[in-house]
């Protein structure tokens, strides 16, 4: 964190700040040269990041400590070495950047949402930004390609593809893909991911401390159809 608030204090703008903190993207340059209807947009969000748009005014300084002053969920409290680890990774990778409050709290567009921790059975928790609790999601304006989602009948669907297959090709197999920490690989707007920052927990001697994400969150609304836009041209382009 206190290298983070060094850069940001040496840099013209958060814009550069942010740049200069998370590194080029992860898409790669020649994505706008895909022979598919989708190159232009994913090189859009390699060269500007996801846009980020709220329909409501910017939070006011009051709502933004009161905010604060609730914190994040008991669920990160309760993780609270858990949280620390995991963000200590994420922004050494350049997903999340975590800055004292004060370094951020007069900044347009900052909305602050409580963090918290799902546990999961056999697997290590997750951290989840609680968008719905602080009405951001409520308040983005729906620009993701929703087109690009596939919800239901997955086994259906997986079904037809077996049984419809070309015995003159042999037995059909099947693989599974994951990313890991997928959603990561998607780059935000800088200046607008202020709008999507959350709050940790802290020890009695720090500041109040602020999450940005710099990249596709879990818990935002508009990360699945995002993402899913990226993974589906690249499914398409192997079929």
């Known amino acids: 964190m206190a290298k983070a608030v060094q850069l940001l204090h040496a840099s013209s703008s958060w814009e550069s700040f942010v740049q200069a903190y998370r590194g080029p993207s992860l898409l790669s340059s020649a994505v706008g040269r895909l022979p ?12 500007e990041g996801v846009p980020v748009t709220m329909s409501g005014e910017d939070w006011s300084h009051e709502k933004i400590q009161e905010t604060a002053r609730r914190g994040p969920h008991k669920s990160a409290k309760d993780y609270a070495d ?30 602050l949402s409580p963090l918290g921790v799902v546990p999961q059975r056999d697997r290590r928790p997750r951290i989840i930004n609680d968008l719905t609790f602080s009405g951001v999601n409520n308040e983005t304006v729906r620009a993701g390609p929703a087109v690009s989602m596939q919800f239901g009948r997955a086994l259906l669907r997986l079904l037809y593809q077996v049984r419809h297959a070309n015995p ?23 200046d607008q991911a202020l709008s999507l920052a959350c709050l940790l927990p ?28 990226v993974t589906e041209t690249i499914a398409d382009l192997t079929n």
Do not use: I
């Open 202 to 229: 802290k020890a009695p001697t720090e500041p109040r401390l602020v999450a940005v994400p710099l990249a596709l969150p879990m818990g935002w609304v508009e990360s699945p159809p995002y993402f899913c836009a």
């Open 36 to 47: 598919h209807p989708a190159a232009p947009l994913l090189a859009n969000w390699r060269s």
């Open 82 to 111: 858990f949280v620390r680890d995991e963000m200590a990774s994420f922004a050494e990778q350049g997903f999340w950047v975590v800055l004292p409050l004060p370094e951020v709290e007069d900044r347009s567009r900052l909305r």
């Open 168 to 190: 003159a090709f042999g037995p059909v197999y099947a693989m599974k893909v994951d990313v890991a920490d997928g959603f990561y690989r998607v780059n935000l707007n800088p």
